[in-house]
């Protein structure tokens, strides 16, 4: 999986939290306090990205994230290290 594939995983469930903006052209620096999304909104947007992903991460690790490149990085980087388990 890429990155961009992760980050197209977050704009699909922005968008569900935010049907408003289903046609905003989301870039990979923005902060999801832009859209008005609260602690709860990014938990969401969190939890159903990692759900289609069959990712487990404490969301106590996700706690600090406050822009879709954050998330994408770590989400990302968590995928890279499960599939380094998987293979060794």
Request: hydrophobic fraction near 45%; proline fraction near 2%; avoid cysteine.
């Amino acid at each position: 999986m890429l990155k961009e594939d992760i980050f197209q995983l977050v704009i699909h469930h922005t968008r569900d939290m935010f049907p408003e903006l289903s046609s905003h052209a989301f870039l990979y620096s923005e902060e999801f306090r832009h859209f008005g999304a609260s602690s709860i909104d990014r938990a969401v947007i969190i939890a159903g990205t990692l759900e289609d992903l069959s990712l487990h991460v404490p969301l106590a690790e996700l706690f600090e994230v406050q822009s879709i490149s954050e998330l994408v990085d770590l989400i990302y980087k968590k995928h890279v290290a499960t599939l380094d388990k998987s293979i060794n």
